[in-house]
């Protein structure tokens, strides 16, 4: 059955964010759930269960079609496929020697979506890469296709999806007030920007054991590395989950607001909790963002795609040049996953983690999810803002902070650490 659905603005301005001018720096908006494990996998098993999650999920075929504000999302007539990647030998820490996390997912020519199963040799460790992009599914809605590939793979009902609602259309229900706008008005974690690379790297790090109050833990943290190199206030952007104003919606889509935090080293775990409490309260996280210059947000609609590039690369340029961002970076907490239900068909998975997308205007994006074993951390940040050291400094002190809270002071960048 074909299906067609209007765009919304903010899955415009994601697909806007897209630059694939050079293959080998083609960046475009994606999320990256990885499934980490070993074992002798059933290739062929996991390639039919990505097609028969694909069919039920209708969201996982997107294609764009339509010019301007007719811009719509049907159906691209295929479903998304499993790709078997060989040959080498990956660790997952970093972006190292993986070239195919920075493929196109090009939706004007085919689905937002792709699953990559990337076999490991030497070290006997695989990957199942469920890629994703932003414009058509946020976290959660990756989340919801992968649980849908493992039902398949174990032969059970298929959940489907049952909802076509945009971000936008769900935030009306909670509030009609627009979100502030907000100024460059920040500086980033990691100091002022260095050098005209708008590339950016991200790190992983593995903490075993259980954990409380790690997003609040790793908010402060930030707030810590800000103050080393700024006295300007810090602002984060926690992603929050619209799905919680409808229990009815089984949808990949990406439905995600937010939530903008003020912190600073003084901040405490409770002054967070907090925080968050009276922000959702004001249904702040429902609030639909202002783009500058952009009079509503349906109006962006109406912007063509290569005049809001070169306005995000325009705003980019300025960031670099001023040190002043928005917010001071992004947390995406994903809370805990269960990752024994992504073992099957001979594939024992040992981790989930997901990789933060890539924006040239960010200047830090942060993602936690946690387990029964450990804490995944992964930080991706500019390579303007990483270099000298600054981003493994960054890391190590953001991990540090989540295991052992704030009683002891952060250590500015080339110092020892105790972590």
Same mark, same amino acid.
């Given at each position: 059955?074909?299906?067609?659905?209007?765009?919304?603005?903010?899955?415009?301005?994601?697909?806007?964010?897209?630059?694939?001018?050079?293959?080998?720096?083609?960046?475009?908006?994606?999320?990256?759930?990885?499934?980490?494990?070993?074992?002798?996998?059933?290739?062929?098993?996991?390639?039919?269960?990505?097609?028969?999650?694909?069919?039920?999920?209708?969201?996982?075929?997107?294609?764009?079609?339509?010019?301007?504000?007719?811009?719509?999302?049907?159906?691209?007539?295929?479903?998304?496929?499993?790709?078997?990647?060989?040959?080498?030998?990956?660790?997952?820490?970093?972006?190292?020697?993986?070239?195919? !996390?920075?493929?196109?997912?090009?939706?004007?020519? $085919? =689905? +937002?979506?792709?699953?990559?199963?990337? @076999?490991?040799?030497? %070290?006997?460790?695989?990957?199942?890469?469920?890629?994703?992009?932003?414009?058509?599914?946020?976290?959660?809605?990756?989340?919801?296709?992968?649980?849908?590939?493992?039902?398949?793979?174990?032969?059970?009902?298929?959940?489907?999806?049952?909802?076509?609602?945009?971000?936008?259309?769900?935030?009306?229900?909670?509030?009609?007030?627009?979100?502030?706008?907000?100024?460059?008005?920040?500086?980033?974690?990691?100091?002022?920007?260095?050098?005209?690379?708008?590339?950016?790297?991200?790190?992983?790090?593995?903490?075993?054991?259980?954990?409380?109050?790690?997003?609040?833990?790793?908010?402060?943290?930030?707030?810590?590395?800000?103050?080393?190199?700024?006295?300007?206030?810090?602002?984060?952007?926690?992603?929050?989950? !619209?799905?919680?104003?409808?229990?009815?919606?089984? $949808? =990949? +889509?990406?439905?995600?607001?937010?939530? @903008?935090?003020?912190? %600073?080293?003084?901040?405490?775990?409770?002054?967070?909790?907090?925080?968050?409490?009276?922000?959702?309260?004001?249904?702040?996280?429902?609030?639909?963002?202002?783009?500058?210059?952009?009079?509503?947000?349906?109006?962006?609609?109406?912007?063509?795609?290569?005049?809001?590039?070169?306005?995000?690369?325009?705003?980019?340029?300025?960031?670099?040049?001023?040190?002043?961002?928005?917010?001071?970076?992004?947390?995406?907490?994903?809370?805990?996953?269960?990752?024994?239900?992504?073992?099957?068909?001979?594939?024992?998975?040992?981790?989930?983690?997901?990789?933060?997308?890539?924006?040239?205007?960010?200047?830090?994006?942060?993602?936690?999810?946690?387990?029964?074993?450990?804490?995944?951390?992964?930080?991706?940040?500019?390579?303007?803002?990483?270099?000298?050291?600054?981003?493994?400094?960054?890391?190590?002190?953001?991990?540090?902070?989540?295991?052992?809270?704030?009683?002891?002071?952060?250590?500015?960048?080339?110092?020892?650490?105790?972590?």
């Amino acid at each position: 059955m074909t299906f067609k659905r209007k765009l919304s603005p903010t899955e415009r301005f994601y697909i806007s964010c897209d630059d694939f001018n050079a293959e080998e720096t083609a960046t475009c908006v994606v999320n990256q759930m990885v499934l980490e494990g070993q074992g002798n996998i059933d290739i062929a098993a996991w390639q039919q269960a990505v097609i028969k999650a694909s069919e039920a999920l209708q969201g996982t075929r997107f294609k764009l079609s339509g010019k301007l504000g007719f811009s719509h999302w049907a159906d691209a007539g295929k479903t998304t496929e499993l790709e078997v990647i060989r040959g080498l030998n990956w660790d997952g820490m970093s972006d190292n020697a993986a070239p195919f !996390l920075n493929r196109p997912l090009d939706v004007k020519t $085919s =689905t +937002g979506c792709e699953v990559l199963l990337v @076999l490991g040799e030497d %070290s006997c460790k695989h990957h199942i890469i469920f890629r994703t992009h932003h414009a058509v599914m946020d976290g959660r809605g990756t989340k919801t296709f992968a649980d849908e590939v493992l039902r398949a793979l174990r032969q059970q009902p298929l959940q489907g999806d049952n909802s076509f609602v945009r971000d936008v259309d769900l935030a009306k229900l909670v509030t009609s007030v627009p979100g502030k706008k907000i100024n460059d008005t920040v500086a980033a974690p990691t100091g002022v920007p260095l050098g005209h690379d708008f590339g950016s790297s991200w790190q992983r790090r593995t903490l075993p054991g259980s954990y409380k109050q790690v997003l609040a833990n790793a908010g402060i943290s930030i707030a810590k590395l800000a103050n080393l190199y700024s006295d300007s206030e810090v602002r984060i952007q926690l992603p929050v989950d !619209l799905r919680m104003h409808d229990a009815d919606i089984v $949808s =990949t +889509g990406n439905l995600t607001g937010g939530l @903008l935090m003020n912190v %600073s080293p003084e901040t405490t775990t409770v002054d967070w909790a907090q925080q968050i409490k009276l922000k959702i309260a004001g249904h702040e996280h429902a609030r639909m963002p202002q783009f500058a210059g952009i009079p509503t947000l349906n109006a962006l609609n109406w912007v063509p795609l290569t005049w809001l590039k070169k306005f995000n690369d325009k705003l980019a340029l300025k960031r670099q040049a001023t040190g002043q961002y928005r917010t001071s970076g992004i947390i995406s907490n994903l809370g805990f996953l269960k990752v024994d239900e992504y073992s099957a068909a001979g594939f024992n998975c040992t981790s989930v983690f997901f990789i933060p997308p890539y924006f040239n205007t960010t200047a830090l994006f942060l993602v936690l999810a946690g387990n029964k074993d450990s804490v995944e951390v992964i930080l991706r940040i500019p390579h303007q803002l990483s270099s000298n050291g600054r981003a493994e400094h960054a890391l190590s002190q953001i991990c540090h902070g989540i295991c052992y809270g704030h009683e002891h002071p952060v250590k500015p960048a080339g110092s020892s650490s105790n972590f």
